[in-house]
């Protein structure tokens, strides 16, 4: 590892932040605090904290001397100044000669102290900033230290690489015990230039922001050089099949084997990220893998994400595909069933009242594959994933030189139901598809990206499916919420075999699926061209039964039920002149979408059909529009609210009729109309 302090870039953001009244300590705490969180080797995702003690001034001119420490909540490496509250820092000093301080009350006493009462948490960590007595102080989880760190005899290891340069704690929970602690082991050695935190990480310190970083890079290389020279292959591999299924075939499985159950055919779904690397698969088709996987994670925090470590699969064979689900619910029960003997011994050490979390696994490792990462959304997901290999890396380092040893599993139930990271659970709150994801065929129509939309408004992962790739790709990017564009021929089987497959690839299986696409031809049915029919059917029919199979593959494999949902129209229903090539295929579609939900209601799959009229698309263009308002002598704005309400349908009201009967959980078989009340398109 390297140094990136560059002199050039630091005062150029010394100078930037002047410019906003930030002061030069503040923009070079921000400067080296993006370099730290800027390498994953070091922190991740909301990890690693760093402070500056400095000087500000409030809105009455009074001056303060203050601790300026990371907030909870900000990323590292993309920090600004205001992710680094002002704490007065008198009051948190005096806060050492407490015997014991609560972490309810560590809160309210930082907060107390803010000099801006609308910043967010300092860091749990701020007590222990503000002891030590150095102006720049940083904290990581480097992966580096943790092999280290995650020994039995960590103080050995610590001492034959630094000597006497880093102080040695011992295992303490952070917060205020932890602050205590850590600074009765500087007092032993003032001179030490950074503590070595056992089983959790690394400080450094320094008074300039240049010190104090330059210190965290060169121990960390410390840390890697001695693993590098010292270090062994600790592997055996492990016999594969030759003949593996693929992630493709198996996700699925795994995805509704992880869903939480909650009773009566409702779920609470993950979405599965699948990730490879030689890194990961040395690790995953060692022999050895189920028992490093059982030792634990190699640094508290990381419980949060990946709670108490992976679940282990055994290889899948082809051939024996069919039995393979069973075995993931063989290993999803008894990951279950640990998880909770885990939290009930735990839980019952003390008088708290706790709530257990879910039990399921966040990671899941694949022999011959790779690593599966589940989360409610795709970025708790990936997330999982990056903390995963970050595990792989400090597990299989300590491993090279020693044991890897983590912290036990009552210290690491301690942080996982900390009160502190409780109330940061209890703030997020799903939405209505948060954790499902959704396929929109003919997504980038008027009706198709409208619907896109309103299903990522509602928190799902939605693929946006469109024969056209880049306009399939805008309306990805416009919905947000990591939604993808795939260019689809819905008329070609093998193109929306390989769309699906895609979305399973990118999300680990699918929920909800609106068949939308379509076009219409006009044409007087007597004189209609029998291939300008057939065309229409295989747009308006065919692609709709195998959009359909291949949601119900999944939706299958899963295990979980779901949503299939056609797009026929008031055509199905009541015909029109000329439009014989749409409305038969448009009729056949209306009853296809019936023998669906015959047939699969058993697999908890709820099938029902929207029947709209009179929406501008494609399909109702302006050209359209105008010729057949001024045919029947009406305005536009006549024309289009010609029906019972007198208001134009939009195609926003349709999306919303399709998040209606993907929401809806006792119906099936169901045609809803949306039309704004058309008596003769009404089912009798």
Partial sequence: MHSLWNDADAEAMVTHYADKGINRDLALRTYTTRLLGGDPRLVLHGGGNTSVKTEVTDLVSDTHQVLCVKGSGWDMGVIEPAGLPAVRIAPLLKARKLERLSDEDMVTLQRANLIDPSSPNPSVEALLHAFLPHKFVDHTHSTAILAIADQGDSLRFTREIYGNRLGFVPYVMPGFALAKSAIDVFDQDPTVEGLLLDKHGIFTFGETAREAYERMIQFVTMAEDYVKTRGRHPFTPAALPTNLASTTEIAPMLRGAVAVDKGQGRYDRMISVFRRSPAILDFVNAREVEDMAARGVSTPDLSIRIKTGPMVLKAPEQSALKDYRA?????????????????????????????????????????????????????????????????????????????????????????????????????????????????????????????????????????????????????????????????????????????????????????????????????????????????????????????????????????????????????????????????????????LSRQYALEHGKDGIRVNAVNADRIRSG??????????????????????????????????????????????????????????????????
């Fill in 327 to 591: 075995h993931i619910d063989d290993k999803t029960a008894a990951f279950m069933a640990d998880y909770v003997e885990y939290f009930r011994a735990n839980d019952a050490r003390d008088d708290v009242r706790r709530t257990m979390l879910d039990p399921m696994p966040r990671l899941t490792l694949v022999p011959g594959l790779g690593m599966f990462g589940h989360g409610r959304t795709y970025k708790d997901a990936v997330i999982a994933l990056d903390v995963g290999e970050m595990w792989i890396e400090a597990a299989r380092d300590a491993e090279s030189i020693g044991r890897f040893d983590p912290v036990s599993r009552p210290d690491l139930f301690d942080l996982e139901y900390w009160s502190l990271e409780q109330a940061k659970l209890a703030g997020a709150k799903s939405k209505l598809f948060t954790g499902q994801v959704a396929v929109v065929t003919g997504g980038a129509g008027a009706i198709g990206a409208a619907t896109a939309k309103a299903f990522a408004a509602e928190g799902a992962h939605v693929a946006v499916l469109d024969i056209d790739k880049a306009k399939a790709a805008a309306v990805a990017r416009s919905i947000g919420n990591n939604s993808i564009g795939i260019a689809c021929d819905v008329t070609d089987p093998a193109s929306v075999q390989a769309a699906f497959d895609t979305v399973v690839d990118t999300f680990g299986g699918v929920d909800m699926v609106v068949s939308n696409a379509g076009a219409a031809w006009e044409s007087p049915i007597a004189t209609m061209d029998d291939a300008l029919l057939r065309r229409s059917f295989e747009l308006n029919f065919f692609a709709h039964h195998s959009v359909a199979q291949n949601a119900v593959r999944i939706m299958k494999a899963q295990g979980t039920g779901g949503a299939l949902l056609f797009n026929t129209s008031k055509q199905a229903i009541n015909p029109g002149a000329n439009f014989g090539a749409y409305g038969l295929p448009k009729a056949a579609t209306l009853f």
């Fill in 619 to 684: 399909l109702l263009n302006d050209e359209m529009i105008a010729n057949r308002s001024t045919a029947r002598g009406l305005s536009v704005e006549e024309y289009m609210a010609g029906n019972l309400l007198h208001l134009e349908v939009t195609a926003e009201h349709v999306a919303q009729a399709f998040v209606h009967h993907a929401a809806a959980e006792r119906t099936t078989g169901d045609v809803t109309t949306v039309d704004g009340g058309n008596i003769a398109a009404t089912l009798r």
